[in-house]
């Protein structure tokens, strides 16, 4: 699908998913999403990059290999269930800590730390498929 409309458009869209997946994993503790439903959104938004223009373009603008992001999520998401074995309490229990900023309070918690991990872990694992399905026998994966 190389048409001219999709590859101006592309860009568009997958800013506003990839925005759209980073809100879904945020509010997912206590509303519906989290942090698979974010990572399957942001996979898809790199998906849609690489059928616009290319698997290898697609790569380039992630900076970084997409199974990084997916090693980085394990870590992250193990490491927010170890910190409550530093307070004395079972393995995942919750952590919260309450940031007074101006006005308001922002609570920040070691289930969101979770979420993020497994946001991560999701988008590395689904957008290396889905790169590796898009990219042509030419390219270098």
């Known amino acids: 699908m ?3 409309i999709f590859r101006t458009i592309a860009p568009l869209i997958v800013a506003t998913m ?17 942090g698979f439903i974010g ?4 996979a ?16 380039k603008a992630l ?15 193990g490491a927010s269930g170890v910190l409550s074995i530093f307070n004395g309490n079972p393995f995942m229990t919750s952590i919260w ?9 922002v ?6 730390v979770f979420d993020i991990g497994v946001y991560l872990v999701v988008f590395g694992t689904i957008a290396s498929i889905a790169l590796g399905l898009e990219s042509n026998d030419e390219e270098e994966p």
Do not use: K, W
Not at 18 to 34: A, D, M, T, W
Not at 97 to 105: H, K, M, P, Q, W
């Open 97 to 105: 800590l309450y940031l007074d900023i101006g006005d308001a309070v």
């Open 39 to 42: 990572g399957l959104i942001a």
């Open 63 to 77: 900076y970084f290999d997409p199974l990084s992001f997916a090693g980085f999520g394990v870590l992250l998401a």
């Open 18 to 34: 990839l925005v759209f997946s980073v809100y879904v994993c945020l509010r997912g503790h206590n509303e519906p999403g989290g």
């Open 107 to 112: 609570p920040l918690s070691t289930p969101l």
């Open 44 to 59: 898809s938004a790199i998906a849609v990059l690489g059928m616009s223009s290319s698997a290898s373009q697609a790569r």
């Open 2 to 4: 190389n048409t001219i």
